[in-house]
């Protein structure tokens, strides 16, 4: 019998590289046909092993999902960036290479997050789609989540809509 272990926990800066690869798949298998293809691929490229391990030594809040000891997902949160809505924290990103995605791992890293979260003392959280992103918002839907807020995001020249949910 082959034992897999799947492990929740917090992020280091050695985790930088496989974040950035998860980001990259997640980001191109989330986003093509949604976020143009030249602002896509210079948000991917942006974000690469300096920018998450940078990230993790100014102390972002990152939670990884392990699967077998590699690094298939990610969460990223902190406090509530837009003051106008009354939620304390904010789950910025939730992102499963393509294979992980559709098997409740995104689950756990949501609720993960949550958790850490309620622990620093933000008890109620939101989070931001992007309106084109149907998994998105099925996944967060799904888990409770309370449509809030629609607002605009400029991709280049074009903009998209995005959708914030709220959960208390």
């Known amino acids: 019998m082959v034992d897999m272990v799947i492990t929740i ?10 974040i950035a690869e998860v980001h990259d ?6 986003y093509r046909g949604i976020i143009p293809g030249r602002e896509l691929e210079r ?12 990230a993790l030594r100014r102390g972002s809040r990152i939670v990884v999902f392990e699967f077998d000891d590699q690094v298939e997902g ?14 304390q924290g904010e789950i910025f990103e939730i992102y499963l290479t393509p294979e992980f995605q559709g098997l409740g791992f995104g689950r756990r890293l949501f609720q993960a ?42 991709f280049g020249s074009e903009y998209r809509k995005r959708v914030a949910f ?3």
């Open 9 to 18: 926990r917090n992020a280091r800066p050695a985790d930088a590289m496989s």
């Open 43 to 54: 948000m991917i490229a942006r974000r690469g092993p300096k920018w998450w391990e940078a």
């Open 113 to 154: 997050a949550r958790a850490d979260l309620a622990a620093h003392g933000y008890g109620s959280a939101l989070v931001w789609a992007l309106a084109d992103n149907e998994r998105a918002l099925a996944f967060y839907r799904a888990l409770g989540g309370r449509m809030l807020r629609e607002a605009r995001e400029k």
């Open 74 to 87: 990610y969460a990223s949160y902190g406090p509530n960036r837009v003051p106008a809505l009354p939620y």
């Open 25 to 30: 798949a997640a980001w191109r298998d989330a």
């Open 166 to 168: 709220g959960f208390d």
